[in-house]
Every structure is written in C-alpha cells, then in structure tokens.
C-alpha cells in the first residue's frame, strides 16, 4: 500500500485538535500527567500535519515531471513519423530522377 501525504494530513490535523481539546478535559480534575500527555500528542501530531503539507508539493513535482516525459515521449514519436514520412518522400524523388536519367540514356525507338 502506498503512503499518501494528501491522505494523512487531514488526519494528522484532526488528532492535533482533538489533544488540543483533551488537554483542556484532562486539565480540570487536575491530572496534570494526562494533561502533559496529550499536550505532546497534539504537538507531535501537529508537527507531523506540518511535514506531511510539505511532503505534498514534493509529489506534484514527481507527477509534473511525468507529465513531461510523457510529452516527450509523444515529441519524440511525431518527429519518427515525419522522418518516416521524409524518408519515403526522398525514396520517391530519387526513383523519380532515375527514372528521368533512364528515359534519356536509353536510344530512341526506331
């Protein structure tokens, strides 16, 4: 299964807000422990939100870069099909001038 950045970011954000708002639950009764914990949960999930944005950009490249090669590879096609049209364009005229060349080297009828 592939790891998909757009995927998690949503979710990363979503636990760093629900922390968020634990800390403030755990922090009434005065649990200052579980309060603590859940103020690192939402700090590290938060950081983690952060990296996975910028992780995203990295793979719009990866895919605009294949968008590329494949334009190429399309370029590189169109310009096969003119050489192979030219080629059977210089084929046709060198016949046609051998022809000619014939025509005048060879005796009149008589």
């Known amino acids: 299964m592939k790891f998909r950045p757009a995927v998690w ?12 708002a634990a800390v403030w639950f755990a922090a009434r009764p005065g649990e200052t422990w579980h309060a603590t914990v859940h103020a690192g949960l939402a700090v590290a999930f938060g950081l983690w939100a952060q990296r ?5 950009p990295a793979r719009n490249d990866l ?4 968008d590329a090669i494949d334009e190429l590879d399309a ?6 099909n003119a050489l192979e049209e030219t080629r059977e364009r210089l084929d046709f005229a060198e016949r046609m001038l051998a ?9 009149p009828p008589r």
Do not use: K, M, Q, Y
């Open 9 to 20: 970011f949503p979710i990363a954000t979503v636990l760093s807000a629900i922390n968020i």
């Open 52 to 56: 996975l944005r910028t992780a995203v």
């Open 63 to 66: 895919e605009s870069g294949l």
């Open 75 to 80: 370029d590189v096609d169109s310009l096969r």
């Open 99 to 107: 022809e000619r060349v014939e025509r005048r080297e060879a005796p």
